[in-house]
């Protein structure tokens, strides 16, 4: 039993499309964060939220409490946005879960 | 330092043998994680410390895993007896204050190698 769900796991698009990651949850969460890991690089947290939308760039992240369901998109894509994107919830029992990660190749 | 730090960055050891990971997090903050990720898995959750109260151990896989943080900064990962499936990148985040509020930023992970 997975606590957070991620779709796609895989996804290619062409530079420029616009793209969306979903992220569904099953427990009750304080905050959801969106993160990046480059290949053989570091992880960085791109967004926590815990309602409404945030953006920061070409990038946006929305969040619905109600039906526990959140969204990165990214909007112009560019190959420096390949990546693996996770999505992770802190529950409100402080635990914290990931998902199994969307891997996003953006290709010239 | 400017962020979070973990070292070594890479450890080969034989199975059997103990090892120590460590990890300094941002100065000031409070809360500090230890995660691995194995190869072709997502990130799994392994322990947290939230200031100076009890750690949160639940994510620890057996009793050969355990970890201490001393001071309220620096923590040690210890693995003893390792055995090949602990082989994994093992990543360290902190935060100021707990995860539910607070932005967790990660160090680069020490990836270890039991052969």
């Known amino acids: 039993k997975n606590e957070v769900e991620q779709s796609p796991q895989n996804l290619t698009a062409q530079e420029g499309e616009f793209i969306t990651i979903n992220c569904s949850y099953s427990?009750?969460?304080?905050?959801l964060h969106w993160l990046q890991q480059h290949p053989g690089g570091g992880i960085v947290s791109l967004f926590m939220?815990?309602?409404g939308k945030k953006k920061h760039g070409r990038l946006i992240a929305t969040i619905n409490i109600q039906e526990k369901h959140s969204s990165l998109h990214i909007t112009a894509s560019h190959p420096r946005d390949s990546a693996v994107y996770i999505c992770?919830?802190?529950?409100?029992?402080?635990?914290?879960?990931f998902g199994t990660g969307t891997s996003l190749t953006v290709i010239p | 330092g400017a962020g979070v730090s973990q070292s070594p960055s890479n450890k080969v050891t034989e199975k059997g043998k103990d090892v120590e990971l460590r990890c300094d997090p941002i100065?000031?903050?409070?809360?500090l994680y230890w995660y691995r990720q194995s190869l072709g898995q997502g990130l799994e959750f392994l322990i947290y410390?939230?200031?100076?109260?009890?750690?949160?151990k639940s994510g620890l896989p057996s009793d050969r895993f355990s970890a201490e943080r001393t001071g309220g900064s620096v923590s040690t990962l210890t693995i003893q007896r390792t055995q090949q499936e602990d082989s994994a990148v093992y990543l360290c985040?902190?935060?100021?204050?707990?995860?539910?509020?607070?932005?967790?930023?990660f160090g680069p992970g020490t990836r270890l190698t039991v052969l």
């Open positions: 427990v009750g969460i304080s905050a």
């Open positions: 410390f939230q200031g100076n109260s009890a750690p949160d």
């Open positions: 992770a919830v802190s529950s409100t029992g402080n635990q914290f879960y």
């Open positions: 100065s000031g903050h409070t809360a």
């Open positions: 985040a902190s935060s100021f204050g707990s995860s539910g509020s607070n932005e967790q930023f």
């Open positions: 939220l815990s309602s």
